[in-house]
T-cell receptor, first 113, second 116 residues
């Protein structure tokens, strides 16, 4: 069974204090790993897709990396507006057109001014 | 480009009542998904449509949940009768295939259902 585990469950940072969120996965045949941001009362907002080990992607203060077993979301010099829940999800090779995402439980990030 | 639209945003019902949610995907997206997100958890897939056909409904509680996507665009998800444990946010997403061969899914704002 495909499993996605995110850590820590919650993280509090001071503004400007860089850190990393972890997403470890156990799947059979990874097609892609996705990072989403979710604000309270809203749907997940797409951030990145990573396809293969060694790949990196950046967007403003966020950088996502991927290995064969885990992905990291690095947050450099965070600001209070980066506060949100960050979700990791995997899509696996499946028969036919099935394209479901298997999500982790998320990391709730709070950045204090 | 308009995003995924959902309505209503909030719904409160008594247990054993019925409820329906509506979703309009991003224009041109052939694939549509319904997810259930319980507080503190990641979304869990209920059903996936490709155009107006069901691709995967293995995790849909078919004794009480039903979904349809007539004409391959809008979709409705229905719960009848509702149970207390159905209290959750119901998310609709749509996707199109990327050049990398995966489907990047874009989510609507969700409908928060409370069953009393």
């Amino acid at each position: 069974e495909d499993q996605v585990t995110q850590s820590p469950e919650a993280l509090r940072l001071q503004e400007g204090e860089s850190s990393s969120l972890n997403c470890s996965y156990t799947v059979s045949g990874l097609r892609g790993l996705f990072w989403y941001r979710q604000d309270p009362g809203k749907g997940p907002e797409f951030l990145f897709t990573l396809y293969s080990a060694g790949e990196e992607k950046e967007k403003e203060r966020l950088k996502a990396t991927l290995t064969k077993k885990e992905s990291f979301l690095h947050i450099t010099a965070p600001k209070p507006e980066d506060s949100a829940t960050y979700l990791c999800a995997v899509q696996v090779r499946a028969r036919g057109s099935a394209r479901q995402l298997t999500f982790g439980s998320g990391t709730q990030l709070t950045v204090l001014p | 480009e308009a995003g995924v639209a959902q309505s209503p945003r909030y719904k409160i019902i008594e247990k054993r009542q019925s409820v329906a949610f509506w979703c309009n995907p991003i224009s041109g997206h052939a694939t549509l998904y319904w997810y259930q997100q319980i507080l503190g958890q990641g979304p869990k897939l209920l059903i996936q449509f490709q155009n107006n056909g069901v691709v995967d409904d293995s995790q849909l509680p078919k004794d009480r949940f039903s979904a349809e996507r007539l004409k391959g665009v809008d979709s409705t998800l229905k719960i009848q009768p509702a149970k207390l444990e159905d209290s959750a946010v119901y998310l609709c997403a749509s996707s199109a295939r990327t050049s990398g061969g995966v489907h990047e899914q874009f989510f609507g704002p969700g409908t928060r259902l409370t069953v009393l």
